[in-house]
């Protein structure tokens, strides 16, 4: 089956099909793992704009770091996220899911420190206090003069995972599928690109085992059909000389009868 070239053009389409139908899967499935990380990550900002607004409406929320935990406790049960509030220093007064008072300073926290300089930060990263990769996005708490320090939300990466897991798993199965289609269309037109050649070599079989009747008649009109259209005319003319060849060879077979008969005939 592999010496025949409608099976070797067949598995080169096959194999050229299924490493570029893998690789666009693998391209597609990091792609969409950016963008849907991306989209994550503006909600998340936005979510924390909003929330970093109603803190800094009023300046006295600020005043007792026991109202700012509260709020972050609430606000992490009622949007089922990892809510931190903190101040201009970097301290930590409200946390959803922790013990504020026993957290290190943030300020160097590489959300926070993209929020001093842009307004807003983000950056997935492990996390010690809850002992899991997260998503972080960090945006400033800002009165109308001055910033009050920053409020940041997050998620666990596991969760984000699944969700990716999910969408990649969706993309393997429609490449696969893809790949399917293909390959049979690439064993039909492998089919459909050789069937001339293949009633070439048939043809010449029957001619070459003494069925000088055969004719090579051309079925397309590419370089296969005038090669067929070319064979055929070489047939006839093997043909004619076989047929001229065999009278010849007749007219030869009555001289030598007469002669051995003794017979002369001018």
Do not use: C
């Not at 693998?26 to 792609?31: E, H, P, Q, V």
């Not at 849907?36 to 300046?59: C, F």
């Not at 606000?75 to 101040?87: E, K, S």
């Not at 409020?151 to 990716?164: F, G, N």
């Amino acid at each position: 089956m592999v010496k025949s070239i409608r099976w070797r053009i067949a598995v080169s389409y096959v194999l050229l099909i299924l490493v570029m139908m893998s690789i666009l899967g693998i391209l597609l499935a990091n792609t969409v793992r950016q963008i849907h990380l991306q989209l994550l990550t503006n909600s998340l900002s936005r979510q924390a704009q909003i929330l970093a607004d109603r803190l800094g409406e009023n300046p006295n929320n600020f005043a007792l770091p026991e109202d700012i935990d509260r709020i972050a406790k609430q606000w992490g049960d009622n949007y089922n996220l990892r809510v931190t509030i903190i101040d201009s220093a970097g301290r930590v007064i409200g946390e959803s899911q922790s013990d504020y008072s026993q957290m290190d300073n943030h300020l160097n926290r590489p959300e926070i420190q993209q929020a001093r300089l842009e307004t807003a930060g983000s950056a997935i990263r492990y996390s010690d206090t809850i002992g899991h990769e997260m998503l972080y996005s960090a945006v400033e708490i800002k009165d109308e003069t001055w910033v009050a320090g920053f409020l940041r939300l997050a998620l666990p990466l596991s969760q984000i995972q699944e969700d990716i897991i999910l969408l990649t798993r969706t993309i393997i199965y429609i490449t696969i599928g893809a790949s399917f289609l293909a390959i049979i269309v690439a064993i039909i037109v492998a089919n459909q690109t050789t069937k001339p050649i293949r009633e070439l070599a048939d043809t010449a079989t029957e001619i070459a085992a003494g069925n000088i009747d055969q004719r090579f008649i051309p079925t397309t009109d590419d370089e296969v059909g005038q090669l067929a259209k070319d064979i055929d005319h070489m047939a006839l003319q093997l043909r004619s000389r076989i047929f001229a060849l065999q009278a010849e060879q007749q007219k030869l077979e009555v001289i030598l009868s007469e002669l051995r008969d003794g017979v002369i005939i001018t």
